[in-house]
């Protein structure tokens, strides 16, 4: 339960922050599906993972995290390239994820 719980709350809190972020980059209103669509296809993978690896390789959380998040990037750089108008897709991306990323480490 306490995964699940995890899930949704960083779910929804990458979803208001990238979304409100797209909003300040002047994202268009048509391609903010694209940034809630990418969001829900890497989030859920990204914690997950995460939370595999610091129960079964707590020695490599930092180096899984980096890597987790640099595929988020990568991954999500696609589909704004691919699916949407966004404005240099790929530093969108990255702008996107270290700003949720950074929030993350706050909370």
Request: glycine letters at 4%; hydrophobic letters at 60%; proline letters at 4%.
């Amino acid at each position: 339960m306490e995964l699940f719980l995890s899930l949704a709350v960083s779910l929804a809190l990458t979803l208001a922050l990238e979304l409100a972020f797209a909003l300040v980059w002047r994202v268009e209103r048509s391609d903010l599906p694209a940034v809630a669509l990418a969001n829900l296809l890497t989030n859920p993978v990204v914690v997950l993972c995460r939370h595999g690896a610091a129960w079964y390789f707590p020695r490599y959380l930092i180096a899984v995290t980096a890597a987790l998040e640099l595929w988020a990037v990568g991954t999500e750089g696609v589909i704004y390239r691919r699916r949407s108008q966004i404005n240099r897709p790929w530093a969108f991306s990255l702008c996107a994820n270290a700003l949720s990323f950074l929030s993350g480490l706050m909370i």
